[in-house]
């Protein structure tokens, strides 16, 4: 794995390949009479499988991952990590229709995964298709309520693009980014409440400083809470479904 790994960083591309043809062939994948023969992968390819991934992932070789992932299904090798990296490479390449039917079969076979409805929730913002986009990445919410990554992922996307669903669940925007940065605030709130940890104050931090909302940015590293009174109460219904459910 080391060695793989020194080959990816290598400036030259020669090196680069063979530091991917070294973990393909360790995983035997794609070489005639070197095929595995157990039906699932264990947690050592797994590694390998993530640096063979990530190698593909700074190439840019997204067909490349596409076919490894092809051959590993013919070899009844599937696992999760290799079907949600061969839907976020067919939505790489622009496949959207496939990508989508993929990865619904996927959310079917593991509906409790929060960070498929994230890649869903990608793949509809590439589409175009905003109010599905928030439908998907609320319901990573719903799923995993403790993880802040998958409310930080809302908060980002709505202070980008300035679409979100209102109290009847309507989507409306693209709002001006002020009431962005107001709509956000419950949700850095809430977030800051599940974990208020130096990281995520940070990480909260620098998307308000971003916005030149220099007060709130400073109360989140000294207080870890928001007393702006510019909030929205727009998205405190999704607040209040999430606390419901606990």
Known sequence: GLLADAYSDHPQ???????????EKFMHIEYEN?????????????????GLFN???????????????????QYNLDSLMIMRNKVMALIKIGDYTTAEKEL?????EYPGEDSLQTLLSSLYRETGDYDKALCAQENALFIDPQATTNYL?????????GFIHNRQGEIIGPLDKKKRLAECLPIMNYTLKIDSSPAVRIQISQLLAKRNANK???EVI????ITSQEKSLELEYLIGKIESQD
């Open 216 to 218: 709130e940015a400073n």
């Open 104 to 108: 619904l079969d996927i959310i079917n």
């Open 55 to 73: 190698t593909y992932i700074q190439q840019n070789d997204w067909k490349s991952i596409i076919s490894f992932c092809n051959s590993a299904s």
């Open 153 to 161: 992922n809302l908060v980002i996307d709505i202070l980008n693009r």
């Open 13 to 23: 591309l020669q090196q680069k390949q063979k530091g991917r043809k070294f973990i």
């Open 34 to 50: 070197e095929l595995p023969v157990a039906s699932t992968l264990t947690q050592n390819d797994s590694a390998l499988l993530m």
């Open 222 to 225: 000294t207080t870890g809470n």
